[in-house]
């Protein structure tokens, strides 16, 4: 496959990310009408260049299911929702595109890049900003973004 199709698909699944990562900075939603084909996309993808689907595929259900199950979890555990289930759908794209493996390098980014963000409105709001609601969509929108580009976290050899 030539870069130009490369190029082209790394162009669509930028704009797409920071799409998502905009409404939910704005509104606190990932809506399905752009996860859902997100996700779709992703497994083509995986089909058409990394010719192995089966790993994308397990990519995309451990996503969904690792953070629907930390979702149903901290709802039960604090009686109110702390994580929404488009984050889960994002995770879920974020396993079609990448592959089960780089899933921890995208979690570990997007918490990164969730405590910056949380870090920057405390230094602007002060303490009160620590009581709000972060826009973890657009944290994740970030780590896939990272992991696409530059591949998975390497830590002492290994892939994080």
Do not use: N
Request: glycine content about 12%.
């Amino acid at each position: 496959m030539g870069w130009t199709v490369v190029f082209a698909i790394t162009l669509a699944l930028g704009w797409a990310l920071l799409t998502l990562a905009a409404i939910d900075i704005l509104a606190f939603r990932l809506p399905d009408i752009l996860t859902f084909p997100l996700a779709a996309a992703g497994l083509l993808v995986a089909q058409v260049v990394a010719h192995d689907l089966w790993a994308h595929v397990a990519g995309a259900a451990i996503g969904y299911c690792a953070f629907a199950a930390i979702a149903w979890g901290f709802e039960r555990a604090r009686g109110r929702e702390g994580l929404g289930l488009g984050d889960a759908k994002l995770a879920a794209a974020a396993g079609a595109w990448l592959g089960w493996m780089p899933l921890p390098s995208v979690v570990l980014i997007a918490c990164a890049a969730g405590f910056l963000w949380v870090a920057s409105l405390a230094i602007v709001r002060g303490r009160a900003a620590l009581a709000e609601r972060i826009p973890f969509g657009m944290a994740l929108a970030i780590a896939i973004w990272v992991v696409w580009l530059y591949g998975p976290l390497e830590f002492l050899g290994g892939g994080v």
